[in-house]
């Protein structure tokens, strides 16, 4: 749309003309749709007008949230506060820890993973993955893909454990 180019070119230009001039971007993905938050996103958008760009972004496609957040600022006290705002303003739980990057790190995602409820049957599916490694070479190992929940973690482990860094 001609009126958000137009916004769009005016940043531009603006952080080509002054390279220094950092530009923080947070994003937050949340549980619930964007009509039951729009009210309190305006009043929190006004709040930080001039200092915090607030985008609002509906997501119908995704399976994990339904809205996502992205927020803009030239300061990183800011932009936090901001954030601490959102938090204390929306209903508690909606703002949910989602990784949109999963396969950067995923060793600090299963690392979380083990620190949480998840950890017995995470830990004894790592433990039958790392047995079967020692006992068996790869060429002898065969494993049965159905598309299910099971086989989709088992991969998963698999990849995290023995093919990334």
């Known amino acids: ?51 915090v760009a607030i985008g609002s972004y509906p997501e119908w496609q995704n399976n994990y949230f339904k809205l996502k957040l992205v927020l803009e600022c030239d300061n990183c006290d800011t932009i936090e ?42 830990q004894e599916a790592i433990d039958t993955l790392t047995e079967a490694l020692q006992r068996y070479k790869l060429d002898e190992i065969c494993i049965g893909f159905n598309g299910g929940k099971d086989c989709t973690a088992l991969l998963h482990l698999w990849l995290v454990n023995n093919v990334l860094p």
Do not use: W
């Open 1 to 51: 749309m001609p009126k958000f180019l137009k916004i769009a070119f005016t940043t531009l230009e603006e952080k080509i003309s002054n390279p220094s001039a950092a530009s923080v971007v947070r994003e937050l993905y949340l549980s619930i749709d964007e009509m039951s938050v729009a009210a309190r996103l305006t009043e929190i958008s006004k709040q930080y007008a001039g200092s």
């Open 81 to 122: 506060e901001c954030v601490t705002t959102i938090e204390q303003n929306l209903p508690a739980g909606c703002i949910l820890d989602y990784n949109k990057n999963p396969m950067v790190c995923p060793m600090d995602g299963l690392n979380n993973l083990l620190k949480g409820n998840l950890h017995k049957p995470l």
